[in-house]
């Protein structure tokens, strides 16, 4: 976007994107990835007075950080995959620093849309996503790899919704799964039994509350041949087409895409703006 501007300028905002911001009686926040979920837009725009949908700054900064995520899931007993952190400056980036058995994930620490994630199967695989994923960001995140099956599940007002399944037809849910026309299929309510369905929702509401999250975000979770159930995060700002997880999850909760839009936008007044 930055790279399209005629002036070339690197500024965090765009000519006039404040004053057309300014006119709007509510911003309706579409903007996804370091900048859109990091808590810095929703930060700046408290600041200058002016509304938009979703969860607030603190909200979005917890949720972002998937170190921090972690902690907060484990200080309140969510189930989370074990996992640690390393940093680019720390010296010793070896497979044996991490204390973890293989196989195992790496994944930056902030980073959204399942890019420079990597499944890594030998202690080869593990040195080579190191160093890749240290090209996105200086800080990683490394857990235990869980086989099981992809879920979702949208919390509007402290609300869970129904549990969507995510069914890549090859690999798993990546980027190229994510984001082209024909690769997944999604299924909701999903396709589990319903005190599991109940379990997952409670989960959702209770990692919801802890990361301070409000108006509206989505979970992501494993679920494993035994019925294990672990949450790996949460998007503060999930995808909000019509063909997007969260707006399929509340169809199937009998909530048209037009009927959500009006709702989310009714439920971040309620939040910070009314009363």
């Known amino acids: 976007m930055k790279a399209s501007r005629e002036d070339k300028s690197d ?34 725009f408290d600041v200058l007075g002016i509304r938009y949908t979703g969860s607030g700054s603190l ?39 991490t204390g973890l058995p293989l196989p195992l994930v790496v994944k930056p620490c902030s980073g959204g849309s399942s890019i420079g994630v990597y499944i890594t199967q030998t202690e080869e695989e593990f040195d080579k996503a190191v160093k890749e994923s240290f090209r996105y960001e200086d800080e990683i995140i490394i857990e235990e790899y869980i086989k099981g099956r992809e879920l979702a599940c949208g919390v509007i007002d402290g609300k869970a919704l129904p549990v969507i399944e995510i069914c890549p037809k090859t690999g798993w849910f990546d980027y190229a799964n994510k984001y082209q026309e024909g690769t997944t299929e999604e299924i909701c309510p999903a396709r589990i039994p319903e005190e599991t369905a109940k379990k997952i929702q409670a989960i959702s509401e209770h990692a919801f509350q802890a990361l301070k999250l409000d108006v509206y975000a989505r979970a992501d979770f494993l679920l494993t041949e035994d019925g294990n159930i672990y949450c790996l995060e949460y998007n503060s700002l999930p995808g909000m087409t019509a063909a997007s997880l969260l707006p399929k999850e509340a169809k199937a909760a009998g909530i048209e895409f037009g009927e959500l839009c009006e709702l989310l936008i009714e439920k971040s007044m309620d939040a910070r703006y009314c009363g």
């Open 11 to 44: 500024c965090f905002f765009g000519a006039n994107v404040i004053e057309l911001c300014r006119l709007a009686d509510i911003v309706f926040m579409g903007l996804h990835g370091d900048v859109g979920e990091n808590g810095k837009l929703q930060a700046a």
């Open 59 to 97: 909200g979005c900064a917890l949720s972002m950080d998937k170190e921090i995520t972690k902690v907060i899931f484990e200080a309140n007993h969510i189930p989370t995959p074990k996992g640690t952190w390393m940093k680019r400056s720390t010296a010793d980036h070896s497979l044996a620093s």
